[in-house]
T-cell receptor
């Protein structure tokens, strides 16, 4: 089975721009969660989608949003980028009744 | 709010010795506790997990123990090898309740195995 795929792997943007990141889950997995990883704050939960519905949301501003498509692929969007948004963005997927989450390699976002 | 404390932040051991990493969680409703290993440039990789109805779980050189009363859980790695060098994260969640996929992570432990 192929693992979790995230694209792009690296991204450089400037302040004020917006960015869209993509996550393709393991085949059969319908839950997709997003996390932000920074040296200062560690791994923090952004939100989780299941069957195209957001089920859980972390403590991030409204500039961070996401969506899930009918094939379970998910995207997250960050608008009006700030320097502090520079981070590794990870998605994790789980399937069936299991809550075990499997992570992708992440997208490294740098905001200049 | 929910919080997971992880110690130590760095750990250096001689190859062949054991390593122990400890975590404490605050949310008494947590009942799922995974451990992840993250190598440079990669996403976290699940290495072992434990649920609240079990006190200990072992997988070859890796074991995890859980004390629900004290809200503590620990990772034990025996016979350490150079490839065990990485950053390790503990996490807690309220899974497998529907809609409870949120993992709360500890701050991480950088483990170095000295040859």
């Amino acid at each position: 089975k192929a693992g979790v795929t995230q694209t792009p792997r690296y991204l450089i943007k400037t302040r004020g721009q917006q960015v869209t990141l993509s996550c393709s889950p393991i085949s059969g997995h319908r839950s997709v969660s997003w996390y932000q990883q920074t040296p200062g704050q560690g791994l923090q939960f952004l939100f989780e989608y299941f069957s195209e519905t957001q089920r859980n949301k972390g403590n991030f501003p409204g500039r961070f949003s996401g969506r899930q498509f009918s094939n379970s692929r998910s995207e997250m969007n960050v608008s009006t980028l700030e320097l502090g948004d520079s981070a590794l963005y990870l998605c994790a997927t789980s399937g069936g009744l299991s809550d075990t989450q499997y992570f992708g390699p992440g997208t490294r976002l740098t905001v200049l | 709010g929910e919080n997971v404390e992880q110690h130590p932040s760095t750990l250096s051991v001689q190859e062949g010795d054991s390593a122990v990493i400890k975590c404490t969680y605050s949310d008494s409703a947590s009942n799922y506790f995974p451990w992840y290993k993250q190598e440079l440039g990669k996403g976290p990789q699940l290495i072992i997990d434990i649920r609240s109805n079990v006190g200990e779980k072992k997988d070859q050189r890796i074991a995890v123990t859980l004390n629900k009363t004290a809200k503590h859980f620990s990772l034990h790695i025996t016979e350490t090898q150079p490839e065990d060098s990485a950053v390790y994260f503990c996490a807690a969640s309220r899974g497998p309740i529907q809609g409870a996929q949120k993992l709360v992570f500890g701050q991480g432990t950088r483990l170095t195995i000295n040859p």
